[in-house]
C-alpha cells in the first residue's frame, strides 16, 4: 500500500461542475503539497498547507491532520483546469525521509 | 524572478549512450532536489542536495547515475550508460529550506531510451 493514496484516478467533468480530488496519506508530515502538470508541461505548485484550509482563485485546499486526509476542491471548473493533480507530503522536521507523491488524478474537464 | 530551469526539455538516445540533464534552480536556493516519473508510475524521489553536498541519494537506482552540483549552482544528472527502464520525465525542484518552504519545480526532461 502507497503511503500516499489519491482518488480518484481519473475524473470527467462538465464546465462548470464542483470537483473534488481526495488525498489520505499514513505517515506524519510537516506539510501537504498539492501539484499540478498539465501535459507535456512542467509541475507547478498550487498549495502547501500543514493545517486547516487555504484558498487561491477557484481552487481551496483542506487539510485534516487528525484523520491524515486532505482535498482539493475546484469551483466552476473549467477545460483549462485539465491536468494531473498531484498530492505530495513532505517528512516531519528532522526525519530522514524525502517528500512522497500520490499517483495523480487526471482531469479532464469538457465544454 | 527566474524560475527553475531544466534542459533539454527532451533527449532521445540508445541504449549505452550517455546523457546528461542540467537543472538551474532558483537564485539563492540551497535545496536542489531531482525527481523521476516513470511511465504510469507516481514521482519518485532521486536525490537532495544542500548546496553543493549531496545531503540524500537514497533515490538514485544505481550507479549509472551520477549527480552533481559545482559550486552549489546548477546541477547536472549523468546517466551511463543509459538502459531502456531510464525512460521517463526527470523533474528536478528547488527551496529556499528543507522543511515547510514551497517547492519550484522546473518543466522537467523527457528522456526516451530506444
Known amino acids: 500500500k502507497n503511503e500516499v493514496e489519491q482518488s480518484p484516478q481519473n475524473l470527467t467533468a462538465q464546465e462548470g461542475e464542483f470537483i473534488t480530488i481526495n488525498c489520505s496519506y499514513s505517515?506524519?508530515?510537516?506539510?501537504l503539497h498539492w501539484l499540478q502538470q498539465h501535459p507535456g508541461g512542467g509541475i507547478v505548485s498550487l498549495f502547501m498547507l500543514s493545517s486547516g484550509k487555504k484558498k487561491h482563485g477557484r481552487l481551496i485546499a483542506t487539510i485534516n491532520i487528525q484523520e491524515k486526509h486532505s482535498s482539493l476542491h475546484i469551483t466552476a471548473s473549467h477545460p483549462r483546469d485539465s491536468a494531473v493533480y498531484i498530492c505530495?507530503?513532505?517528512?516531519?522536521?528532522?526525519?530522514?525521509?524525502?517528500?512522497?507523491f500520490g499517483s495523480g488524478t487526471q482531469l479532464t474537464v469538457l465544454p | 524572478e527566474a524560475g527553475v530551469t531544466q534542459f533539454p526539455s527532451h533527449s532521445v538516445i540508445e541504449k549505452g549512450q550517455t546523457v546528461t540533464l542540467r537543472c538551474d534552480p532558483i537564485s539563492g536556493h540551497d535545496n536542489l532536489y531531482w525527481y523521476r516519473r516513470v511511465m504510469g508510475k507516481e514521482i519518485k524521489f532521486l536525490l537532495h542536495?544542500?548546496?553543493?553536498?549531496?545531503?540524500?541519494e537514497s533515490g538514485m537506482p544505481n550507479n549509472r547515475f551520477l549527480a552533481e552540483r559545482t559550486g552549489g549552482t546548477y546541477s547536472t544528472l549523468k546517466v551511463q550508460p543509459a538502459e531502456l527502464e531510464d525512460s521517463g520525465v526527470y523533474f528536478c525542484a528547488s527551496s529556499q529550506s528543507r522543511f515547510n518552504s514551497p517547492l519550484h519545480f522546473g518543466n522537467g526532461t523527457r528522456l526516451t531510451v530506444t
Open positions: 505517515v506524519g508530515i510537516s506539510a
Open positions: 542536495f544542500v548546496k553543493e553536498s549531496k545531503q540524500d
Open positions: 505530495a507530503v513532505a517528512p516531519r522536521r528532522g526525519s530522514a525521509r524525502q517528500l512522497t
